[in-house]
């Protein structure tokens, strides 16, 4: 059975940086469940991060840019979690990599997850082109990134094959 990476928070678990959770769509949800293995998994928690923690951007750059060493990921408290959020990433590559995994459906909009869009670093709300670490990561390494938005694109796709 074909196995889908997938952010934890999008399947109800409470590991966002407020303590919260996320939702795929139901019907797509449904689907992924019936129709292949879901591993779940937070790259923040997993690189010991706590719940709840201080809300992090990306300052300086993208995810591109924390993997190279010139951006760093940032609380809004002022601490530096960049090496956590570079843990994170490569624990979940590592992963993907040992499950034989292609594809991942991430949360839009983390500095770790995000695939399209990632918070600005100013911590003002505002979002731009990029992704995050994660996102990042995996794709770099041939991982095809969706997110909770995009996911009915992933499922056409295995539906089809």
Not at 47 to 61: C, T, V
Not at 106 to 112: F, M, N, V, W, Y
Not at 139 to 151: E, F, L, M, P, R
Request: hydrophobic content about 40%; overall charge neutral; some cysteine.
């Amino acid at each position: 059975m074909q196995k889908v990476f997938v952010s934890a928070c999008l399947v109800g678990n409470k590991v966002r940086y407020n303590g919260s959770s996320l939702c795929l769509d139901k019907t797509d949800r449904q689907w992924l469940d019936l129709n292949v293995e879901l591993a779940i998994f937070c790259p923040e928690v997993s690189a010991g991060l706590p719940i709840p923690r201080a809300p992090a951007e990306i300052i300086g750059g993208y995810g591109s840019d924390v993997i190279k060493g010139s951006a760093r990921v940032v609380g809004d408290d002022g601490v530096d979690v960049t090496i956590e959020f570079l843990d994170g990433a490569r624990q979940a590559l590592r992963l993907c990599q040992a499950q034989n995994i292609k594809y991942a459906i991430l949360a839009e909009g983390s500095p770790s997850c995000g695939s399209q869009k990632i918070y600005d670093g100013t911590f003002s709300g505002n979002k731009i082109s990029g992704s995050g670490v994660t996102a990042q990561l995996l794709s770099a390494h041939g991982i095809k990134v969706y997110s909770q938005h995009t996911a009915a694109q992933l499922i056409s796709k295995l539906n089809v094959c």
